[in-house]
C-alpha cells in the first residue's frame, strides 16, 4: 500500500489506536500496552478472515495465506516504521 492510496480515515483511524495506546503506556509499560495491541490487531484480522469466510473449511483452507498476507503487511509497515525513527531518532525523542 503506497502513501498515495491511503486515506485519510486510515490515518484518523491509525492515530486514535495510538492515541489510546499512549494514554495507557501512561499507566503500563510501553510493551505491555504493545503487546496487547498486537494480540488486538491479530485477533481482529482473524475475524476478519472469518467473516469472509462461508465456513470453518474454507478458513482453515485459506489460513496460511491470510497469516502470510497479515505478517508480511506487518512486515512491511514495521520496516518503514523503524526506518522512519531512525532517520529521525534526535528529533522524535523516543526516551522521553
Same mark, same amino acid.
Given at each position: 500500500?503506497s502513501q498515495?492510496e491511503i486515506?485519510d480515515?486510515f490515518w484518523?483511524r *491509525?492515530?486514535e489506536?495510538i ?5 495507557? %503506556?501512561? =499507566?503500563?509499560?510501553?510493551g505491555?500496552?504493545g &503487546?496487547?495491541l498486537?494480540y *488486538?490487531?491479530?485477533?481482529?484480522s482473524?475475524?476478519d478472515?472469518a %467473516?469472509? =469466510?462461508?465456513s470453518a473449511e474454507e478458513?482453515k &483452507?485459506?489460513?496460511d495465506? *491470510?497469516?502470510?498476507?497479515y ?13 522512519e525513527?531512525i ?5 522524535y525523542?523516543?526516551?522521553?
Amino acid at each position: 500500500m503506497s502513501q498515495n492510496e491511503i486515506s485519510d480515515e486510515f490515518w484518523q483511524r *491509525a492515530d486514535e489506536y495510538i492515541e489510546l495506546a499512549n494514554n495507557q %503506556s501512561k =499507566s503500563e509499560s510501553k510493551g505491555k500496552v504493545g &503487546a496487547s495491541l498486537l494480540y *488486538a490487531s491479530a485477533r481482529f484480522s482473524a475475524f476478519d478472515v472469518a %467473516s469472509s =469466510s462461508t465456513s470453518a473449511e474454507e478458513m482453515k &483452507a485459506d489460513k496460511d495465506e *491470510a497469516i502470510s498476507f497479515y505478517v508480511e503487511q506487518f512486515r512491511k509497515m514495521i520496516t518503514d516504521n523503524m526506518d522512519e525513527y531512525i532517520e529521525n531518532f534526535k528529533g522524535y525523542k523516543p526516551h522521553g
